[in-house]
């Protein structure tokens, strides 16, 4: 059982740069995080700029389907959120949703923390719950065809957006 301490909401705006190190300090403390998703490697579920992540310490062994932020070794010292694609001992193999290609393997304890929520419009979406974890399956299940997928996906969000626009300039 997580036990989360009762503290104040603060609410921060920092470029990644200056924020991760923060959540990593905050996650290693045993307190969580949220904070909006910039990018679109998690595209067509978390979308950049809309979304955010309520993110954990590493309660438990990272799992297929997790979504998982990790520092990504040198010589590129960046953090990434993406889904664990597959775990082999103490190495797991990530992957963003809108990806192509597998993310270098990296070491267990380059997991820096993971998701425990998405919310989005007021809403929280449970990363442990049944929904969440069908769609992490089938997304994963569905790699090797995944380019004619997301290419489909990206059409109807274009068609989606125009049809906007044009009933805004209708009205």
Do not use: N
């Not at 065809?145 to 209708?170: F, H, W």
């Amino acid at each position: 059982m997580l036990v989360r301490p009762a503290l104040p909401v603060k609410r921060l705006i920092l470029p990644g740069r200056a924020l991760f190190p923060l959540v990593e300090e905050f996650l290693s403390k045993g307190l969580w995080v949220v904070f909006t998703v910039t990018g679109v490697s998690m595209w067509p579920l978390i979308r950049h700029g809309h979304d955010s992540v309520r993110l954990v310490g590493l309660d438990r062994a990272p799992r297929r389907g997790d979504l998982v932020l990790l520092k990504v070794p040198p010589p590129h010292k960046k953090y990434v959120l993406h889904r664990v694609y597959r775990v082999e001992g103490d190495l797991l193999v990530t992957l963003g949703d809108c990806r192509l290609t597998l993310d270098p393997m990296v070491p267990v304890d380059s997991v820096i923390g993971r998701a425990e929520a998405v919310l989005r419009k007021g809403r929280e979406l449970r990363c442990d719950s049944l929904l969440w974890r069908a769609y992490a399956w089938v997304w994963l299940a569905a790699f090797p065809v995944r380019r004619p997928l997301l290419m489909g996906l990206l059409r109807l969000s274009r068609l989606k957006r125009r049809l906007r626009k044009g009933a805004g300039q209708s009205a």
